[in-house]
């Protein structure tokens, strides 16, 4: 393939340069690399035919886009995205190629690289995921997903990063900047206020200027403006009554023009709707569309797509634009030269030693302790050890739609626990319930048979009578990604843990004094059972290393330094989205009536305690911060901290800075994240902690007067370990 096109551009080279008489010496501007990207585009677009140009603009297959081959353009091959690189499909078809050289490595979910905290983690995922991508001769890697976690109910929660605005934009930029480092492009999604999977293709999302801004777009304005991301995916749903793959106020208006973004549109697969919107509104390249039978006149289904054949006759007969076409081109051309085309790219890497060591890093910074009670966690390696719990055994990078992977190794948590402990304690297994049964997705087989003959009540007492005599429970179940669970294309029905999970985890407590649960999930779920274990872990999906990372939590051998990048509500109710009932299962038109007011935001406001708040995280070791400090900088503050290791294990600790306003002419919550510092320390070990506090991060958005306001008055900087954990504050004022 690299040979082919070599040889192409060479032979090319040639021809062009012998077409052109006495410049025949020279490289053709779009082949010479060592002229700027827009010229080269230029120079190619100006030899392009009409055909050429309408045939780059829409998919050849399931996953690519014919590139110019007469110019030696290359095809653009797209993959999904966004934990690992998925395994290769077939031309048009959904089921998996069978190739034997496409495993890869699965990286945790991206809450997992959120609930770390660490942009040092997110460049070092970006990087590795990029390598995976490169060597697999992909070109536009689909994702980081960085919508917000408007409700727990949500499918797709697990693949983005979390419900603070401020929180996903800082952790997607390195990801992206890494990723095409590799000469792959990130494509991040869902483009924009994709917020549930419940009639994904259907609803409309109706959302007041103010929220838009502040809380559904600050992420993707980062990734555009500060990530530089070469491309971006419409998202399915509709906003303002028009489909996001093809939306005017979106795409041309906020993205193109007041963000300046320089990629290409991307549409999500199937979320193209309709030829003129595709062609006026925004859109650049269509993935995906289901033809419907549409297809029957052309001889290839994608020459029925909406920018294909029916593109080619408005311009044609000159119902469409042509400069609007070669503003599309460009941008299709420029995703080109900037990956497929780029000849001075690394080569990339795949199931490297660096790869899994990257995943269980980042798994092992992503683990959140959610609740140590008599210090139950790190656990002994010994005496007799009861593991209860589907997901112990389970495969979770398998399943759960377009994330799903073909990992060429995955430690399931039972085998990451018998690893770590080897012959130091006895290691007993228990079902427990019975959940779901999947063993194959897309044609990739787990090689895992999850039958069992045994009753729910069966399985129940055969639990608790392996409980009785162990020393500790480590309970292992949560969600997993089955239909309605964490999951694309279907919301889930309920918080509720599913399956008998609750009454398992109640009649272990009975019988066990010492009771761990372990969640694996990408959402928020409600525990009943809160006050009868000491110990809760959040372990989410994370992949490869799974069973690694969470034994090396739980046995000690890494402290724990995750936190929560949503809040863990203790019902839906409590959730804004579902106390105004203002989440719709139902009905296509969703208003965001919380407005702002989005998880720990609403949370506050109404005093609600969380189960878990946004920001929580325990470690094995005990921080202590000092006072808080507030000076003047320039045009801003700086707020420092002196935060010491008061324990005696060497630790991690995410310092997070919250501002709240004291007074302003429109109501603002009561504090909100505007800085977080992920820092180490040893025992005994104190290090200051400085946030700069810019101008720019003390306004709100005020659709009245037309856009970002900084009003004079008092602000408070709170600092803490997490939302519900303030430990020092400081006030200043801005006149
Ligand atoms: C998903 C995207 C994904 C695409 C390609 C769509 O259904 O929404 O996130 O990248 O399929 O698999």
Not at 71 to 98: E, F, K, M, S, Y
Not at 183 to 211: F, M, S
Not at 256 to 265: H, I, P, R, S
Request: hydrophobic share 40%; charged share 25%; aromatic share 10%.
């Amino acid at each position: 393939m690299k040979i082919k096109h070599l040889i192409s551009i060479i032979v090319l080279t040639i021809i062009v340069a012998s077409c052109c008489g006495n410049q025949s010496t020279e490289t053709a501007v779009y082949l010479d690399e060592n002229q700027p990207v827009d010229a080269r585009v230029e120079d190619a677009l100006a030899r392009m035919t009409l055909e050429e140009k309408v045939k780059i603009l829409h998919a050849q297959s399931k996953f690519s886009s014919a590139g110019v081959p007469r110019l030696g353009i290359p095809d653009l091959w797209a993959t999904d995205g966004p934990h690992g690189i998925r395994p290769d499909v077939l031309w048009d078809d959904w089921n998996q190629a069978r190739c034997t050289n496409d495993s890869c490595t699965a990286f945790p979910a991206l809450t997992c690289l959120a609930a770390t905290w660490s942009e040092e983690m997110s460049a070092l995922y970006g990087k590795s995921i990029g390598e995976e991508a490169r060597f697999r001769e992909k070109d536009v890697l689909l994702g980081p997903g960085v919508n917000i976690y408007r409700t727990p109910l949500c499918g797709r929660n697990f693949e983005y990063m979390g419900e603070d605005p401020y929180l996903a934009a800082k952790m997607c930029v390195p990801y992206i900047q890494e990723v095409q480092k590799n000469g792959v492009a990130v494509c991040v999604k869902h483009y924009a206020l994709n917020n549930q999977e419940a009639h994904r293709h259907r609803y409309n999302a109706i959302v007041d200027d103010r929220t838009l801004y502040e809380i559904y777009l600050p992420a993707f304005k980062a990734a555009v403006q500060e990530g530089k991301a070469w491309s971006i995916m419409g998202a399915y749903n509709l906003y303002e009554g028009e489909h996001l793959c093809h939306n005017d106020r979106m795409l041309n208006k906020i993205l193109k023009e007041e963000w300046g973004f320089d990629g290409a549109v991307i549409s999500d697969w199937g979320g193209v709707h309709n030829t003129d919107q595709a062609i006026l509104n925004g859109l650049d390249l269509e993935f995906g569309t289901g033809t419907n039978g549409l297809d029957s006149k052309y001889g290839n289904s994608y020459d029925a797509y909406y920018l294909a054949e029916p593109y080619l006759e408005r311009l044609r007969d000159g119902r469409a634009d042509m400069e609007l076409l070669n503003d599309k081109v460009r941008r299709v051309l420029k995703l080109n030269f900037r990956t497929a085309m780029n000849r001075n790219k690394p080569y990339g890497s795949l199931c490297s030693p660096e790869h899994y060591a990257a995943a269980r890093k980042i798994a092992n910074e992503g683990i959140v302790v959610l609740k140590n009670e008599n210090n139950i966690l790190p656990l002994a390696k010994e005496g007799k050890i009861l593991i209860v719990g589907e997901n112990a055994i389970k495969k979770m990078t398998v399943g759960g739609g377009s994330s799903s992977l073909k990992a060429q190794y995955e430690c399931t948590p039972i085998e990451g626990i018998k690893a770590a402990v080897g012959d130091k304690a006895e290691i007993i297994y228990q079902r427990g319930y019975l959940g779901d049964l999947l063993r194959t997705y897309n044609d990739v087989d787990t090689g895992i048979d999850l039958n069992d003959p045994r009753s729910e009540e069966q399985m129940i007492a055969d639990a608790v009578e392996a409980a009785k005599d162990a020393d500790v429970v480590i309970f292992i179940g949560g969600l997993n990604k089955a239909r309605y669970q964490d999951s694309e294309g279907r919301d889930r029905v309920s918080m509720a843990l599913p399956y008998a999970q609750d009454k398992v985890v109640n009649a272990l407590t009975e019988v066990n004094d010492n009771v761990v649960v372990v969640i694996v999930s990408g959402n928020a779920v409600e525990m009943p059972w809160i006050d009868k274990v000491d110990g809760i872990v959040e372990t989410w999906f994370s992949g490869t290393q799974t069973g690694h990372a969470l034994a090396d939590i739980i046995f000690g051998d890494v402290n724990p330094s995750g936190k929560l990048p949503f809040t863990f509500p203790v019902k839906l109710e409590d959730n804004g989205a579902h106390a105004l009932n203002a989440y719709h299962k139902d009905s296509l038109k969703v208003e965001y009536k919380e407005g702002i007011f989005v998880g720990y935001r609403w949370a506050e406001k109404h005093d609600i305690k969380p189960l878990f708040a946004f920001g929580h995280g325990l470690s094995y070791t005990t921080f202590e911060y000092g006072e808080a400090k507030c000076r003047r900088a320039g045009d801003g503050f700086k707020v420092s901290v002196d935060v010491s290791n008061t324990g005696t294990r060497e630790g991690k600790e995410v310092v997070q800075l919250y501002i709240g306003d004291e007074e302003s002419t429109l109501e603002r919550p009561v504090k909100e994240l505007k800085g977080f510092k992920k820092i180490s320390l040893k025992p005994g070990e104190t290090k200051k902690v400085i946030f700069e506090v810019e101008p720019d991060m003390l306004k709100f958005y005020d659709p009245a007067r037309g856009g970002w306001v900084l009003e004079a008055g008092t602000f408070t900087a709170y600092v803490g370990a997490a939302s519900d954990d303030i430990r020092t504050t400081v006030s200043f004022v801005v006149k």
